[in-house]
């Protein structure tokens, strides 16, 4: 084995465990609106990598806005029915103001995702937050 090719592996085998430990821990919690409401709020924290996937149910053609308060480490993306977080792209995201509105394309379950941004995951900071999701 050439020298480096040694220091590759080395490195490589280093690296193995941080890579392993800063998998996400991925929760889902369905919004339920109270009998006669057409918003619910919801509170949770991030820690590091975690995303909380949060699920409403909506019709196509219903209006849906989501508001983010709390820490400003954390951010969210609306994934439509039938699209996976991390592997299709996102319907929505929060702008500069934390907030996302609009015209929903399908009727399903609808997966809005709250995590931090990759510096402070890799702090390992935690994200305190209250998600507000309306349909109408």
Do not use: C
């Not at 995303?51 to 806005?65: C, D, F, I, L, S």
């Not at 989501?66 to 951010?75: C, H, I, K």
């Not at 299709?88 to 500069?96: F, K, P, T, V």
């Amino acid at each position: 084995m050439t020298p480096f090719r040694s220091i590759l592996l080395a490195a490589l085998l280093a690296v193995a465990p941080t890579l392993a430990g800063a998998a996400d821990t991925v929760t889902t919690t369905p919004v339920h609106f109270a009998k006669g409401t057409s918003s619910a709020t919801l509170r949770g924290t991030l820690s590091g990598y975690d995303t909380v996937r949060y699920t409403v149910a909506a019709r196509a053609g219903q209006t849906m806005t989501v508001t983010l308060g709390g820490s400003a480490n954390a951010s969210f993306n609306v994934f439509a029915p039938g699209v996976v977080p991390g592997e299709g792209e996102a319907l929505g995201n929060s702008d500069e103001k934390r907030r996302w509105s609009g015209a929903l394309p399908a009727s399903g379950t609808y997966v809005v995702q709250v995590y931090q941004m990759r510096a402070q995951a890799r702090r390992g900071e935690k994200a305190p937050h209250t998600l507000t999701v309306a349909i109408r």
